[in-house]
Each structure stands twice: as C-alpha cells, then as structure tokens.
C-alpha cells in the first residue's frame, strides 16, 4: 500500500463552526534551481518558438542600446559641424532603427505569451490527470480547498510570471550587461565613476527587498486567512443561518480583513519606497557622471556626441536594475506556486495493475473475502480478519453501530483502498490480480451523497456506462422508478442539472443514483442505504428501485434502518472493526444477541 502523507502543512479543517482557517505556504520555493528546471522543461518543448522570441529580444535590446548610440554620431558628425542634410538622414535613420525595435517588441510580448499559455495548458493538463490518477487516500489526506488553489492560484501566479516578469528579467539583464559595454567602450574611466554607486544601490535595494518579503509574507498569510474564511461561510451558509451566527461571522471577519489591511500596508509601504530611493540615488549619480564628464570632455577631450551618449546610457541604467528587483517578489511567488504544482505530480499515483492483471469477463459474482486485515493508515487496523461469503445473486447486509467499519469494507472491493493482509476474490480470482477498471466495471456502487455533474439528467445517468443508449438510459431510469419524475422536470430526460443536482430533492436525487447503477449492469452492487430522512413514500419508491436493482445481483447493502435487511440472506454484524454475528434475521433475532439489541432498540 503507498503511504499518503499530507502534501502540506496548510489549512486545517475547523472543528464545529466556522473557524478561522487561515494560512497558505510562505512564497518562497525551497528549492528554486529545481523548480526552475522542470519549468524549463515544460517551456523548452517549445524550442522554436523560444528561439525566435530570443532573436525578438535581442533585435529590440539593440534597436534600444542603438538608438540611443546614435546620439554620439549625430552630435558629433552633423550638428557640430552644422550638416543640416546629414542630420535629417540621420534622424530618418534613427526613426527606423526604433520602428524595427517597437515591432520586434510587439511581437516579442505576443510570442510569449502564446509559448506561455501553451505551457501553462499543458501544465494544466499534466496537473489535472495527475490528480486523477491519486488514489482515494491522497484526496483523504489533503485539504480540498487547498488542492483547488493549485489549480487557481498558482497556476495564475506561473502564468503571469511566464507572460511578463520572466521576459522583462531577460530583457533587464542582457540591456544591463548591453549598457554597461557600450558606456566602458565610451568612456572606461567614466564608467567607473558611475558605478561606484552601483554596489550602494544594490545593498539598498536587497536589504529592502529581505525587509518587504517578511511582510509580504504575513501579508498572504493574512489574506489566506480571509479568503479561508470566506470560503467556509459560503460553504457554511445553512449552518450559520439555522445557528444565527451572523453577527460573530461579522466580527471575526472584521478581525481577519483589519488584519490584512494591517499587513498589506505594512507590505505596500516598506515596497513602496525602493522605487522613490532608487530614482534618486539614479539622479545623484547622474549628476555625479555629468559633471565628471564635462571635465573630461573640458581637459582630456572626450567628445560631445560621447558625453551625450553616455549620459543617456547612465539615465537608463537605473530602469532595469528598478525592474529586477521589483520582479524578484513574483517571481519568487510564481517559483512557490510552481514548486506546489510539482509537488503534486510528484506524488505516488495508484498502484499501477500488476503484469499479468488480467480482466473480468463474464462474471457470475460470487465474492470472498478471507481474513483480511486492513487500516487506513499503518499501524492502526480499523477491520479484523473479516470472513465473508457472498454466493452468485445472494444479498448480504452489513449493520453495526456508527464507526464500526462498515463503509470501510465496501471500500476495499473496489479496491479503493489495498488490504494489508488476507485475500478478496470475486469468482475466485484474487482482486488484486484484475485490471483496476475491469474490477471497477463489474461494480456499482450507490452512495448516499449522490454525486450529480453539471449535465442533463440523460448524461447523468449515461455516466454508469458511457456506452449506454438513450433507450438504455430510459429503460434503466423506468426500473429504478425514476421515470415519472423526469418526465415531469422541465426538459424532461434533456433538463440541465447543476450545483450538484441541487434544484432536486434527496429522494430524486438519489433514484437518479440508482438509475445511473442500474444503466451501468453490474454483477455487485454495493449499496449505502440513505441515513438522511426522506418521507416514506419516497422510501418505498426509492426502496423499490434498489430491490429492482439488487434482483438476480450479488449485493451489499449497508443498512441503517434494520427493516430493509430481514430479507437478507445474510446480516454481518460489525463492531470495532470485526464480524462479531452473522445470519439471517431470524437466526439472529432467535440468539438475542446484538442484532437484537440493535433490531429491538435495547442498548446496554
Ligand atoms: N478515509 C479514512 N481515513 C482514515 N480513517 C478512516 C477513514 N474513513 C474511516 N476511517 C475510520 O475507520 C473506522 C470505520 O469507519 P467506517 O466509515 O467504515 O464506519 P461505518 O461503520 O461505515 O460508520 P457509519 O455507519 O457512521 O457510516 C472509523 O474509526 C473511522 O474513523
């Protein structure tokens, strides 16, 4: 059995009501180089496009760096020596050499993002059937709400990081290292000068950046907390309504939101000011340089058209070390939000079918399980050396009290779960020798939370065996005794249902349950029978679509009310996880064990 552990420390559930349940991971990956990596793996599929984006790229550096060489030229070549002509040409020139650098960028931004939706689809993709391939244990052990912000948030945060902030980094690097050669062939005793306040600049900038991302941190921390707050009162409305929670859901609420006001502007303020400070360290450093350079230009005869394009280089020095730092913050979130992405895919999947699985063909049902031992986590055995017999067409029911690990057996004949010791074996061939989906098409299982998709009714019920005709459909939705209120819905069988089939009653809902067993053809059939209080009307009618179902099937029906096991042609009784009775009801009624108890209302 593969061991699921959570996947993160995040989100604990809320006991009782609506709790604060706040906290997301601190943004920062913990193994950046890693992370980076796999993502290049996923952009370098494709590799064409990268390297015309790359050639974009540097065309608009250059035409950038170009444009503003040109200065020295003109300075120099026509406007000194007055070549009104020249200086014409020369500016059609420099027109050109900028309308090439704005097309090349245009389409540079273009270029990416399309290689950046392209990869964020197929890391979509890769995410979802990963998620899919889980096994039930995974979903058991991980907070939902968690999982869901994989595929929002931090899918999001990869996709603007890819659509902008990797380009502009490029961008500002290579213009950086493109600025700093051209101002050193200018003028290398100048560049010197200018960059003596480069190391300040940086040790501002990085010592605000450490500072700002602590707060930042607490500022999603904060946020988290409101959003998980908000979720849980959404999710939580019947319960806060019937409880009257309203006015303390207000005040915590007020409590989390100043909260992140609190920190977000803490976070806003502190990043805020690296913007002002490093334009004007720029602006000292600029004056700084031009009056260095007028002295050379004075006493060593550096030229005009230089100094001009020196000082424009030094005037856009500071824009792209400004970007890379103030892309450093998202680029460190899209870094975490990718980490959690492969965290996920790095999860162990379902144990894949052994070599030599093979399918069930032409099953008659007959099931077994032989002293099979089970926990859900290791160490804690939750079913003790269960027996159970179960012969082609026989109806078995499981009672016990809440806890007992009723559910829990029917979990292992689909193998949602894998037994640690012991055998299960449905015509005598052990289950975990089958194909998983093969084992999986034999069943079906009729839980109590129905689960309806957004479809129509048809669809729904389709879902038991995708292969299903419309005839096949309404004649099963007719023998599990749905028919009559799907006729009456609006749309008939073509009524789109949504929300979880939540404009149905329970009663519907769970005949269109049935139905969809039903269309499916099992040789098994497990069944939860409904705790939840429908009228007894609808019991029998739902009553009677299960006994239709169960009819020539072998069956497991979990009983919650004893009245609808007396047929049954055997009654397990659990306690702690072990068959303590077993036999038909009047054997069992006869020994006055407790069955009896349970089936007379006498408890010790
Ligand atoms: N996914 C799970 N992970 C860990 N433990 C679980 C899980 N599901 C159930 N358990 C534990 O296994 C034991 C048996 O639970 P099970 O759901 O099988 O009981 P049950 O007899 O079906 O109860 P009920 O009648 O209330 O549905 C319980 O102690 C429960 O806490």
Redesign the pocket.
Known sequence: MNEQTPINNTRTAPAGLPSRRGHISVEKPKNAKRVILRLWKYLSRQKMLLLLILALLLINIATTLLGSYFLRPIINQYIIPRNVPGLIRMIFVLLGIYIVGAAAGIWLNRLMIVVAQKTINILRADLFSKLQSLP??FF??NNHGDLMSRFTNDVDNVSDSLNTSVLQLFTSTITLLGIMALMIYISPLLTLVTLIIVPLMLWIASAIIKKSKGYFTTQQNALGAVDGYVEEIITGQKVVKVFCYEDSAAMEFEKLNYDLRDKATQAQLYSGVMQPIIQNLNTINFALTATVGGLLAIFRGLDLGGLAAFLQYSRQFGRPVNEISSQYNSLQAALAGAERIFQIMDEVPEVADTAGAVRLINIKGDVEFKAVTFG??AG?V?LKNINIQAKVGQKIA?V??????????M?LLPRFYDIQSGVISIDGIDIKNVQRNSLRETLAIVLQDTHLFTATVMENIRYGRLAATDQDVIAAAVLAGADSFIQRLPNGYHTLLHNDGGNLSQGQRQLLNIARSTVARPSILIL?EA?SSIDTRTEQIIQKGMDQLMKNRTSFV?A?RLSTVRNADEILV?EN?EIIERGSHQVLIAKKGRYFQLYTGQFD
Request: net charge neutral.
């Open positions: 039930l244990k058991d052990s859900y986590d804690k939750v499981l016990g009290s809440t806890g007992a690990g009723k559910t829990t057996i979990n939860d705790t979990i919650h659990l996880g």
